[in-house]
């Protein structure tokens, strides 16, 4: 269900902050974003230039700019805060990384504090340590990790940041790509053992929207992010269901925006108007249900 170019929604980046204010919002909340050490990112946007070898797809990163335009991006278009995501792909990093990240949120006043996690024998004092040193949104990426999230080594994770109700956002599903560890089904092992943990699944599940919705359904503190869900480049290979917007007006207040800005191959108004198309499309949801999304819900999880 591609927005249609007449359809509602910012046009473009220059409209969203006007569009954002006429839905009575104080500005964006945005789970899903990412900014990394700069070596990194340079290995990041290298990895989408070869896109066509990786996905079979031509992926131009839309916002590949210096730190500070990127940051001047988001405020342009009305994010009051965001969750920078960090995620590592090999034992060692990830203490690093949850440096990294503290640090960057201590100069951003829009960034909230993260971390992330890998199966490792560090792992319980590391994820301990930021959520002491105020983390309050966690990362882990089970695809580009390589690792299975009902790892051993991470069930005291999950344990802890259940209890202290840090949300993770865990990128769980096989999309864009099939790891040896997606699929939800495998996240759920770690659900059935945490019930309680505050799950966010990225990209609604891609492309598994069923068994994410089902997920949400039966845990109530599992939640779904909007990131590249329902925007014209994602459905031409992993297209939400057609009753996607029916579906969700029965789980409104359990989707937050997210983006993946700056990695994305479109702009940020994009992603909002995807948004707002579901919005649009089911009487049940509607205004409210753009105010939960884009700004409420997320602000919620996000302890602000
Ligand atoms: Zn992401």
Redesign the pocket.
């Given at each position: 269900m591609p927005p249609e170019d007449d359809g509602p929604g910012p046009r473009t980046d220059d409209e969203v902050a006007g569009w954002v204010r006429s839905l009575g919002l104080p500005g964006l909340v945005d789970i899903?974003v990412?900014f990394l050490p700069e070596r990194m990112l340079t290995k990041v946007w290298e990895y989408f230039d070869r896109a066509e070898d990786h996905y079979g797809l031509r992926w131009p990163v839309r916002y590949r700019l210096p730190e500070p335009e990127r940051l001047d991006a988001l405020r342009s278009v009305g994010v009051r805060a965001f969750a920078p995501?960090v995620y590592p792909h090999k034992p060692g990093m990830a203490a690093w990384l949850n440096g990294w990240a503290r640090d960057f949120a201590d100069g951003v006043p829009e960034a909230v504090p993260t971390a992330t996690v890998y199966p490792e024998p560090s792992a319980q004092r590391d994820v301990a340590a930021a959520v002491a040193a105020g983390a309050r949104c966690v990362k882990a990426h089970v695809q580009v990790g390589a690792y299975d999230p009902a790892d051993e080594a991470l069930d005291a994770v999950w344990g802890l940041l259940a209890e202290a109700g840090v949300p993770v956002v865990v990128?769980c599903g096989h999309g864009p790509l099939r790891g040896a560890h997606t699929g939800l089904d495998v996240f759920e092992r770690v659900l059935r053992r945490h019930p309680r943990l505050v799950a966010v699944l990225?990209h609604a599940g891609m492309p598994e929207y069923d068994l994410a919705l089902s997920l949400v359904q039966r845990y109530d503190r599992v939640y779904l992010d909007t990131?590249m869900v329902g925007v014209p480049f994602t459905e031409e290979f992993m297209p939400v269901p057609g009753d996607w917007p029916r579906r969700l007006a029965g789980i409104a207040d359990r989707v937050v925006l997210g983006t993946?800005f700056p990695n994305i191959p479109y702009t940020y108004a994009t992603q909002l108007r995807a948004v707002a198309a579901w919005a649009e499309a089911d009487p049940g949801l509607g205004e409210p249900f753009l105010r939960a999304v884009l700004h409420d819900t997320p602000a919620r999880l996000l302890g602000m």
């Open positions: 899903h990412h995501l990128h990225a990131t993946d």
